[in-house]
């Protein structure tokens, strides 16, 4: 995911890596936001809404994992596991484990999706993804988490008014 090449400097390429140029500066810019921050207020609530910037990555890491790899594969081939709160912390979770752990998911599909062709059909057989591609799931990705930045754009600007973004990020 450590991507040195910003999307406002590549003009052209092949279509799956700018696909995944585009989805690891959205994931990089998540990850930048959270930088600096204590357990506390990564997990502090922001009424009315109930969401937390971890209870976010930990979202985003369930999503990962599942349109990019156990969709992508089928569960016969990879079944991962279900979080019993897919937006907060269970007991035993850490702040850390759970960034670590959107990391190494986004590692993870970031390798699967490079050896297969842009054309390849999801192999989950639930009715809803049927003829679901690659392609689209890369873009459905690209959306997801630049939707959830925004809140999480939000949420960082209530804690300490950090807006924007780093100079990596202009």
Do not use: F
């Given at each position: 995911m450590n991507n040195d090449r910003n999307v406002d400097t590549v003009l052209s390429g092949d279509e799956k890596e700018l696909l995944l140029l585009f989805l690891n500066n959205q994931r990089e810019i998540i990850l930048w936001k959270l930088d600096g921050l204590t357990d506390e207020q990564l997990q502090q609530r922001h009424p009315p809404s109930t969401l937390?910037?971890?209870g976010i990555v930990k979202h985003l890491t369930r999503v990962e994992g599942s349109w990019l790899q156990q969709d992508l594969l089928g569960p016969d081939v990879l079944?991962?596991?279900?979080?019993?709160?897919?937006?907060?912390?269970e007991p035993g979770d850490t702040c850390a484990d759970v960034i670590e752990?959107?990391?190494?998911?986004?590692?993870k599909s970031d390798e699967i999706v490079s050896a297969l062709p842009l054309e390849t059909v999801l192999?989950?057989?639930?009715?809803?993804?049927?003829g679901v591609t690659l392609r689209w799931a890369l873009l459905h990705m690209i959306e997801?988490?630049?939707?959830?930045?925004?809140?999480?754009?939000?949420?960082?600007?209530?804690?300490?008014?950090?807006v924007g973004q780093n100079s990596r990020f202009p």
């Open positions: 937390t910037l971890i079944m991962l596991p279900q979080p019993a709160n897919e937006w907060g912390l752990s959107y990391r190494r998911t986004c590692a192999a989950d057989p639930h009715p809803l993804q049927a997801e988490t630049a939707r959830h930045l925004g809140q999480v754009d939000l949420i960082r600007e209530s804690i300490d008014g950090m």
